[in-house]
């Protein structure tokens, strides 16, 4: 099938520019637009932007174990409609993706049941317990494109160190949850003045450079390939400045949550706030806005975690952890867009471009060549957040009925069109 997509303004991550023009699409593929369009489909899209998909790591899919809260099929649905063309899935299922076995069963029941691309993650260490590293190059010949334990940190410093030179070996990429278990244990909030207002359990930001310090230590030692998912306070970003500076083959993370919400958007327990790590003051919020825009922190991701109501509706510090953000992924990022912090284009670095390079993807570029896994998108389209009507299975976003711009109009994966508004 032959596209041609006509007056869009094209956002390209990788000459950081905004042009308005012409898009052709054959074959799945971006390719040069042919002199005879006789019997091409053209698309006018009126002005409005068309972008690479979005390539979100560390999107929790509750298969196997935990399908009541999310399938293969209601996160592809939510992913399609939030203009995400590839999900990179998190290990920490029931059971773990430790296995050949199990990384398999999830790129064959992601392939079966989701519209887009599936590249799984797979578990450091047998059962996501820090013990015992599982067997790396058959699940890369599996098909996993990275290795971690998500947020249950390797806490035995002599496993990770082994862990690190192993996947060094086979070239690896090791993405970390960078935190001091110690002193994160039991933690619902960031420490200070509202956490003790609010009397709840709390952490102080230095956990988060504590655990980057170790970290990057024995990246150092090992030379491995490292990603922090999640980088949310301004305390940790001197560690990260020195380590890129040194040359370590080191990228930084950071979700959509702590780039647009803070502490304080706790208010009064509403546990649907509740993330891990939690929400941090508002000058550690523009810190992250700041590290993106320049380039510190590499990638945005959506840390999509569904829980269902049972675990929400708990006293603040006793629920489960997480937000829902597939769908809510790129509307949020349009207010940093429309605040004035970000361009459109550098956004598209952190929420496509960069994801693809960090794990070796075809996507995230407009190129020639590249596949056509493209979002169709009005970033001034207004509207206000229902949470049931998110396609998700588990409802639990923080962004309900909150006011928001930017409406995915239309979502392509292969030249395919797998999304609609």
Same mark, same amino acid.
């Given at each position: 099938?032959?596209?041609?997509?006509?007056?869009?303004?094209?956002?390209?991550?990788?000459?950081?520019?905004?042009?308005?023009?012409?898009?052709?699409?054959?074959?799945?593929?971006?390719?040069?637009?042919?002199?005879?369009?006789?019997?091409?489909?053209?698309?006018?899209?009126?002005?409005?932007?068309?972008?690479?998909?979005?390539?979100?790591?560390? =999107?929790?899919?509750?298969?196997?174990?935990?399908?009541?809260?999310?399938?293969?099929?209601?996160?592809?649905?939510?992913?399609?409609?939030?203009?995400?063309?590839?999900?990179?899935?998190?290990?920490?299922?029931?059971?773990?993706?430790?296995?050949?076995?199990?990384?398999?069963?999830? $790129?064959?029941?992601?392939?079966?049941?989701?519209?887009?691309?599936?590249?799984?993650?797979?578990?450091?260490?047998?059962?996501?317990?820090?013990?015992?590293?599982?067997?790396?190059?058959?699940? $890369?010949?599996?098909? #996993?494109?990275?290795?971690?334990?998500?947020?249950?940190?390797?806490?035995?410093?002599?496993?990770?160190?082994?862990?690190?030179?192993?996947?060094?070996?086979?070239?690896?990429?090791?993405?970390?949850?960078?935190?001091?278990?110690?002193?994160?244990?039991?933690?619902?909030?960031?420490?200070?003045?509202?956490?003790?207002?609010?009397?709840?359990?709390?952490?102080?930001?230095?956990?988060?450079?504590?655990?980057?310090?170790?970290?990057?230590?024995?990246?150092?030692?090992?030379?491995?390939?490292?990603?922090?998912?999640?980088?949310?306070?301004?305390?940790?970003?001197?560690?990260?400045?020195?380590?890129?500076?040194?040359? $370590?083959? =080191?990228?930084?993370?950071?979700?959509?949550?702590?780039?647009?919400?803070?502490?304080?958007?706790?208010?009064?327990?509403?546990?649907?706030?509740?993330?891990?790590?939690?929400?941090?003051?508002?000058?550690?919020?523009?810190?992250?806005?700041?590290?993106?825009?320049?380039?510190?922190? !590499?990638?945005?991701?959506?840390?999509?975690?569904?829980?269902?109501?049972?675990?929400?509706?708990?006293?603040?510090?006793?629920?489960?952890?997480?937000?829902?953000? $597939?769908?809510?992924?790129?509307?949020?990022?349009?207010?940093?867009?429309?605040?004035?912090?970000?361009?459109?284009?550098?956004?598209?670095?952190?929420?496509?471009?960069?994801?693809?390079?960090?794990?070796?993807?075809?996507?995230?570029?407009?190129?020639?060549?590249?596949?056509? !896994?493209?979002?169709?998108?009005?970033?001034?389209?207004?509207?206000?957040?229902?949470?049931?009507?998110?396609?998700?299975?588990?409802?639990?976003?923080?962004?309900?009925?909150?006011?928001?711009?930017?409406?995915?109009?239309?979502?392509?994966?292969?030249?395919?069109?797998?999304?609609? #508004?």
């Amino acid at each position: 099938m032959a596209v041609l997509f006509e007056n869009a303004e094209l956002i390209d991550p990788v000459r950081g520019s905004m042009t308005l023009g012409a898009l052709f699409v054959g074959d799945g593929r971006i390719a040069e637009r042919p002199d005879d369009i006789s019997g091409v489909t053209r698309v006018d899209c009126g002005g409005k932007c068309l972008a690479p998909g979005l390539i979100d790591i560390g =999107v929790k899919v509750c298969e196997p174990g935990e399908r009541h809260k999310e399938s293969f099929r209601t996160a592809g649905l939510a992913a399609a409609a939030g203009g995400v063309t590839t999900m990179v899935t998190r290990p920490d299922t029931l059971p773990a993706i430790d296995t050949p076995e199990t990384l398999l069963f999830a $790129l064959q029941r992601g392939a079966e049941m989701s519209p887009v691309r599936i590249a799984p993650i797979g578990s450091l260490t047998k059962g996501r317990a820090g013990r015992e590293m599982v067997e790396m190059g058959f699940m $890369l010949d599996a098909g #996993a494109v990275a290795f971690s334990d998500g947020d249950s940190v390797v806490q035995d410093t002599k496993v990770l160190g082994r862990a690190m030179a192993y996947a060094k070996s086979l070239d690896a990429v090791v993405i970390a949850h960078p935190q001091d278990q110690g002193l994160s244990a039991g933690a619902a909030v960031t420490s200070g003045k509202f956490a003790s207002l609010r009397g709840l359990p709390a952490v102080s930001p230095m956990a988060e450079r504590m655990g980057l310090e170790r970290d990057l230590a024995l990246v150092e030692m090992s030379g491995v390939r490292y990603h922090a998912d999640q980088i949310s306070t301004a305390a940790a970003l001197p560690a990260l400045k020195r380590a890129k500076a040194a040359g $370590l083959s =080191v990228t930084a993370g950071t979700s959509i949550h702590h780039l647009t919400l803070n502490e304080l958007d706790v208010g009064d327990y509403r546990s649907f706030f509740k993330v891990k790590p939690p929400l941090r003051s508002e000058d550690d919020r523009m810190a992250m806005v700041e590290a993106v825009s320049e380039g510190v922190i !590499d990638i945005i991701s959506s840390m999509h975690t569904p829980q269902d109501e049972e675990s929400k509706r708990l006293p603040f510090e006793e629920a489960a952890s997480g937000a829902v953000a $597939l769908e809510t992924l790129l509307p949020a990022a349009m207010r940093l867009f429309h605040a004035g912090n970000i361009d459109l284009p550098t956004l598209w670095q952190a929420m496509s471009l960069n994801p693809a390079r960090l794990l070796g993807l075809e996507g995230g570029r407009l190129d020639l060549g590249a596949p056509a !896994d493209l979002v169709l998108f009005d970033p001034h389209a207004p509207f206000v957040l229902d949470r049931f009507a998110l396609k998700s299975k588990s409802k639990n976003t923080p962004f309900d009925g909150q006011r928001m711009q930017g409406r995915v109009l239309q979502t392509f994966v292969g030249g395919e069109e797998v999304y609609r #508004a």
